[in-house]
């Protein structure tokens, strides 16, 4: 033992007696300092960006770390000059683990200095120390493993190659074992499995890489993946000592023979449960594949485009009433009862759905009695015991499955497209986790070169395929009980209890369900909630004070104020293109404005205009503007904010932050009329004519949604605008 302890020193001396090797620490502190201590300082998407910096460092230093690893190796024990210490009586497997044991010394400096920094950095963020300490462990394990595993590939080329051709092999080897293993061999060949053997983990996560689920979705794959990549690193180091071992008679040869079995066993042991999750995960993946149910991407646009496709199979639901219980095993089990109006049956004997695959259902009844049903990949079909009649027909099923949604991306980046594990839920309406009206693909396979892969059916499905098919309000009731943390949805909670939550509200678009580690923001004097991720706290609140300013401003003169937003979700998820605003009282964000800390003010306008004004998505429809002078009104109301309350410029209304906003003011005939009356008005004093002036329309509805859900009814003449203002300016007084 004394032996290897001054092996150890002396290794030790090797490197730290270096310069080069002595100074990278500290270049590396400081490179991450900057970078990452310069995104704690802006706050937004705080962790998407740190985790970005992590990942490149680390993946900078793994070319350090397969370099020392050759050096050690070479300096000696590969150096034809050196040949002479092989009669030491020195054992190799001595001498292979006091150079490993010094080098990953010199690199837990490395791991050691990189969780510090981001411990600093998150702190700086307003992080709770909970949150800190979490993604601080994940960034260090996550660093220490690499290490681990590339340092004993680093010995063993060396161990394996004599020349220096060792070096190009090392190089090789990081390069491809961290930018393009994942492009040649995982993606390309579909060989998921093999990710493990990736050098750097951090990279590999993708989508997974943000505070909204991330890193705690992954913790079970990722825990028996490090289990076998040490085990693996352990095989590397056992397989360079055989090799060794042959170069010199040694009596130890079976010793070190022995040991590299051991090491075998236990790196296959460790790949078998590895393995089996993605077992599991190929079959899911090929099963859909060959599921002739599910349509090309081709298909299903040519339905979409179709009219004859759009109304095949669809039925209307009015009502929906579930009971949503998840149990200790994360299954779910689920009660539906639903209300299909009889005539829009058309005749047909059978009824047609959509739920995914992961739920088996168990039983349906129509009208009171039991049903026949087949289910087909996301395809159910239920056949009534009696001929439809009458006015609403009542079914009601009852299902359950465990909903772990995993689909591959491209350069083998993993996404969760619903799940339900522990306290982290995903269930957007979109995955079909509970019944949809007729024929509603979820999946769609899309030819890549010569083979297909499959992705999301709501990426492509038309934006506005909801109003052609003629969906109508839906009304939903959703109890749900047996979660680990409060659910949050786009539905309104009604009731909040210690074993579960009550929703209910008529939805249009459809129900999504999401649970998490989240903040949950409230403000005394605001009419909204505000649910976000931790590390995005600090910018909330600011951004929540900003907008209580301006909610002060606009009821001080708006006594009929009707909040037309009720919650945000500021959660980095998949969010369809046009559902941001998934109803009208709820709106979903990634993420808030990337820019400077002052920005959270930016953020503040936008809510207050959607609070205040609603959603506009219908004004592209009005291509008339005399005949409806609504987006010119709601624009007044929001110019005769920034004349009061800000120091916005011409310019800036115009062509700068608030453009989008104004637009409707100064890019046609009857908005610039329009405004040159109030900006006279204005001048002249009369803004409490303005304002009364505004108040009477906004009592009136000013919403213009795309549909006809929830809609402020008819439009505004710019007739009845004169009339109103010829009315209110001729009466007297100043304003």
């Excluded at 044991?101 to 992080?127: D, E, I, N």
């Excluded at 499995?193 to 979705?217: E, K, P, Y």
Aim: overall charge neutral.
């Amino acid at each position: 033992m004394s032996q290897w302890r001054m092996l150890f020193r002396f290794e030790l001396r090797m490197i730290f007696r270096n310069p080069w090797f002595l100074t990278m620490p500290m270049l590396f502190a400081l490179l991450l300092v900057w970078f990452v201590g310069r995104v704690s300082v802006r706050e937004a998407d705080f962790y998407q960006e740190a985790y970005t910096y992590m990942a490149l460092f680390h993946t900078m230093t793994l070319g350090l770390v397969m370099l020392l690893g050759v050096l050690t190796v070479r300096r000696d024990i590969r150096r034809p000059s050196y040949e002479w210490s092989s009669a030491l009586p020195v054992t190799y497997a001595a001498k292979i683990s006091a150079k490993y044991a010094a080098g990953l010394l010199y690199f837990s400096l490395f791991t050691l200095l990189a969780g510090a920094v981001y411990a600093w950095a998150s702190a700086q963020v307003g992080a709770a120390s909970g949150v800190t300490l979490e993604f601080t462990g994940y960034f260090a394990a996550s660093y220490e493993v690499s290490y681990i595993v590339t340092l004993a590939l680093g010995m063993l080329l060396a161990i394996c190659i004599p020349n220096r051709a060792c070096y190009l092999i090392a190089f090789c080897a990081w390069m491809f074992g961290t930018f393009f293993m994942d492009i040649f061999l995982l993606d390309r060949n579909h060989w998921y499995v093999l990710r493990a053997f990736h050098l750097s983990q951090l990279v590999m996560n993708g989508d997974l890489g943000i505070d909204t689920w991330g890193i705690r979705l992954i913790a079970d794959e990722q825990a028996v993946s490090r289990r076998f990549v040490l085990a693996f690193a352990l095989l590397l180091l056992a397989a360079g000592t055989v090799i060794l071992n042959r170069l010199r008679p040694t009596g130890r040869r079976a010793y070190s023979w022995t040991a590299a079995g051991i090491a075998l066993l236990l790196a296959a042991g460790a790949f078998v449960p590895y393995g089996s999750i993605w077992q599991e995960r190929y079959a899911e993946y090929e099963a859909k594949l060959l599921d002739p149910t599910i349509p090309t991407d081709n298909e299903f646009l040519f339905a979409q485009a179709s009219s004859a496709a759009k109304s095949a199979g669809f039925l209307a639901i009015t009502d929906y009433d579930i009971d949503l219980k998840r149990t200790a095993d994360d299954r779910l089990h689920v009660n539906v009862r639903l209300q299909i109006p009889a005539e829009r049956l058309q005749g047909s004997r059978e009824l047609a759905f959509t739920l995914n695959r992961t739920f088996r259902v168990q039983d349906v009844q129509v009208a009171g009695a039991a049903a026949t049903f087949t289910q087909q990949g996301e395809r159910l079909t239920v056949k009534p015991a009696e001929p439809v009649t009458g006015g609403l027909l009542p079914v009601e099923m009852k299902y359950s499955g465990a909903m772990i949604d995993y689909m591959p991306r491209n350069q083998a980046q993993g996404a969760y497209n619903a799940f339900v594990q522990g306290k982290n839920v995903d269930l957007p309406w979109y995955m079909a986790w509970y019944p949809l009206p007729g024929d509603y693909p979820v999946y769609l396979k899309l030819k890549k070169g010569k083979a297909f892969t499959l992705r999301l059916a709501e990426e492509f499905r038309l934006t506005e395929e909801y109003r052609e098919r003629g969906f109508s309000p839906i009304h939903f009731r959703l109890n749900v009980s047996g979660f680990e943390t409060p659910l949050f949805s786009n539905l309104t909670e009604s009731a909040r209890r210690r074993d579960g939550q009550m929703f209910e509200s008529d939805v249009l678009t459809g129900v999504r369900l999401v649970g998490g580690e989240f903040a949950e923001l409230e403000h005394s004097g605001l009419p909204v909630r505000l649910v976000t991720t931790p590390y995005s706290v600090r910018r909330a609140e600011k951004m929540f004070a900003d907008l209580n300013e301006m909610y002060r401003y606009f009821t001080s003169w708006i006594p009929d104020f009707r909040p037309k937003l009720e919650q945000v979700l500021v959660l980095p998820m998949y969010i369809p293109y046009n559902r941001m605003n998934l109803e009208d009282r709820t709106l979903l964000m990634n993420w808030l404005s990337r820019d400077r800390e002052e920005d959270s003010e930016t953020d503040a306008e936008m809510l207050m205009y959607r609070m205040l004004l609603g959603t506009d998505d219908g004004k592209f429809e009005i291509t008339d503007s005399s005949k409806d002078v609504r987006p010119q009104i709601r624009a007044l109301m929001w110019y005769v904010y920034c004349l009061e309350q800000t120091d916005y410029t011409e310019e800036d209304m115009k062509k700068g932050s608030q453009s989008k906003i104004l637009s409707d003011l100064f890019q046609n005939r009857v908005g610039l009329q329009m405004v040159r009356e109030v900006e006279t008005a204005l001048d002249e004093g009369k803004s409490n004519q303005v304002k009364e002036m505004l108040n009477y329309f906004y009592s009136l509805g000013l919403e213009i949604p795309g549909t006809e859900f929830d809609a402020d009814k008819g439009g505004i003449t710019y007739g009845e605008w004169l009339r109103e203002w010829k009315k209110v300016m001729q009466m007297k007084g100043e304003g």
